[in-house]
């Protein structure tokens, strides 16, 4: 049951500890310019050399605005699901610090079958991206099957086309991997449409810390109840509803907002590589709604060792979100809710330096970047 999905999916663990080692010049997440980063008076002085209300309002608001820089998810607690996962070579070589992962805009490639049919993917098939396939000219083709990389894809489909998506992993080794895409004509004829993904490597964070051992090992107590909520959150991503229970586009859980940031993010602490972090960290004010992505099934809302608050929602098809570190949570286990629902407010439970939501999506076992599916845009 174990497969790559347990390789160490942290289930809102995540990737800072920044208020623990932040030095003065960074602890707000941002180097002020030495007039400000120097003492009242000096900042003082620096506000009055401004010429209008406008910059010292830009400021302050940049002041403001960096008090919820630092909050995040602690990433030296890592869930290990079916038993310790080590870490791979690849993220034993990493340098001290890489430059943050770069989104750039969905790209689109196509195939041509023959007989009327066309493949059509669009998205990122870099580590953590998401591909959406569409297939065009199949009608009639109600035996539709598609291979990706050794697994089968859920098909949905409307008046135009077949569609499914590819969740590529964050630790998916880079490489070109085969698509197959096959089924029956209407003229009864079989065909088979083949063509490969090629899985780039991601731009990942790399921090190296160094921290208190007590931020490193858990007693026995508290991982063995880790290891529980651990392998209970596995199965979960292991199973596949087989309806699609979403419609329309996927949408950012907090209002107004629109880009998180250390999703992937490595950190070696105390010279031990730990998990990458699988979800984006959005940081906010406490008590900051909470909504749905996207409609669903509610599969988890309690509170759990790393991440607090939790609320796991299943869409149906293999892809799922995850909400942690709530301050308190509006859903029960079994509800159903519509997209855009309050769900819960933003907190600081579980283990995080401060109020933020950790955001996870999972796609059929693929721990990819939740932006993906919200810049997919309709479906």
């Given at each position: 049951?174990?497969?790559s999905?347990?390789?160490?999916?942290?289930?809102?663990?995540?990737?800072?500890?920044?208020?623990?080692?932040?030095?003065?010049?960074?602890?707000?997440?941002?180097?002020l310019p030495?007039?400000?980063?120097?003492?009242v008076g000096?900042?003082?002085?620096?506000?009055?050399?401004f010429?209008?209300?406008?910059?010292?309002?830009?400021?302050?608001?940049?002041?403001?605005?960096n008090?919820?820089?630092t909050?995040?998810?602690?990433?030296?607690?890592?869930?290990?699901?079916?038993?310790?996962?080590?870490?791979?070579a690849?993220?034993?070589?990493?340098?001290?610090?890489t430059?943050?992962?770069?989104?750039?805009?969905?790209?689109?490639?196509?195939?041509?079958?023959?007989?009327g049919?066309?493949?059509?993917l669009?998205?990122?098939?870099?580590?953590?991206?998401?591909l959406?396939?569409?297939?065009?000219g199949?009608?009639?083709?109600?035996?539709?099957?598609?291979?990706w990389?050794?697994?089968?894809l859920?098909?949905?489909?409307?008046?135009?086309a077949?569609?499914a998506?590819?969740?590529?992993?964050?630790?998916?080794?880079?490489?070109?991997?085969?698509?197959s895409?096959?089924?029956?004509?209407?003229?009864?004829?079989?065909?088979t449409?083949?063509?490969e993904?090629?899985?780039?490597?991601?731009r990942?964070?790399?921090?190296?810390?160094?921290?208190?051992?007590?931020?490193?090992?858990?007693s026995p107590?508290?991982?063995?109840?880790?290891?529980?909520?651990g392998?209970?959150?596995h199965?979960i991503?292991?199973?596949?509803?087989?309806?699609?229970?979403?419609a329309?586009?996927?949408r950012?859980?907090?209002?107004g907002?629109?880009?998180?940031?250390?999703?992937?993010?490595?950190?070696v602490?105390?010279?031990?590589?730990?998990?990458?972090?699988?979800?984006?960290?959005?940081?906010?004010p406490?008590?900051?709604?909470?909504?749905?992505?996207?409609?669903?099934?509610?599969?988890?809302?309690?509170?759990?060792?790393?991440?607090g608050?939790?609320?796991?929602?299943?869409?149906?098809?293999?892809?799922?979100?995850f909400?942690?570190?709530?301050?308190?949570?509006?859903?029960?286990?079994?509800?159903?809710?519509?997209?855009?629902?309050?769900?819960?407010?933003v907190?600081?439970?579980?283990?995080?330096?401060?109020p933020?939501?950790?955001?996870?999506l999972?796609?059929?076992?693929?721990r990819v970047?939740p932006?993906?599916?919200?810049?997919?845009?309709?479906?």
């Amino acid at each position: 049951m174990c497969n790559s999905l347990s390789k160490s999916f942290s289930t809102g663990v995540g990737t800072a500890v920044s208020r623990l080692v932040a030095t003065p010049s960074t602890k707000a997440g941002v180097v002020l310019p030495n007039a400000l980063g120097s003492g009242v008076g000096k900042a003082n002085r620096y506000n009055h050399t401004f010429k209008n209300r406008r910059k010292s309002r830009t400021v302050r608001d940049m002041r403001i605005s960096n008090r919820y820089k630092t909050a995040s998810c602690i990433s030296t607690f890592a869930i290990f699901l079916c038993g310790a996962a080590l870490p791979s070579a690849a993220q034993k070589q990493a340098p001290k610090t890489t430059p943050a992962v770069r989104h750039s805009a969905p790209t689109v490639s196509t195939r041509d079958c023959g007989n009327g049919l066309r493949l059509r993917l669009m998205g990122s098939a870099a580590q953590g991206g998401l591909l959406e396939l569409s297939v065009t000219g199949t009608d009639a083709a109600d035996d539709l099957k598609g291979e990706w990389a050794g697994a089968n894809l859920p098909f949905w489909s409307d008046k135009q086309a077949h569609d499914a998506l590819l969740g590529v992993d964050l630790e998916r080794a880079p490489g070109k991997y085969e698509l197959s895409v096959s089924g029956t004509l209407p003229t009864n004829e079989q065909f088979t449409c083949n063509t490969e993904v090629d899985v780039t490597a991601g731009r990942f964070a790399t921090e190296n810390l160094k921290v208190a051992p007590g931020f490193v090992e858990l007693s026995p107590e508290d991982r063995a109840r880790a290891d529980k909520e651990g392998q209970r959150v596995h199965e979960i991503f292991a199973s596949m509803t087989a309806q699609r229970l979403w419609a329309g586009s996927f949408r950012m859980p907090l209002s107004g907002n629109r880009t998180g940031h250390n999703f992937g993010k490595r950190r070696v602490l105390n010279g031990k590589p730990q998990s990458p972090h699988t979800g984006l960290d959005i940081p906010a004010p406490s008590g900051t709604p909470i909504h749905a992505s996207q409609r669903g099934h509610v599969v988890l809302a309690e509170n759990l060792f790393f991440s607090g608050n939790t609320v796991i929602i299943d869409h149906g098809l293999g892809v799922y979100t995850f909400y942690g570190h709530m301050k308190s949570m509006n859903v029960a286990e079994g509800d159903d809710v519509n997209a855009g629902a309050v769900i819960g407010q933003v907190g600081a439970t579980g283990r995080a330096t401060g109020p933020h939501l950790h955001w996870t999506l999972v796609v059929d076992g693929a721990r990819v970047n939740p932006l993906g599916i919200v810049r997919l845009g309709p479906r």
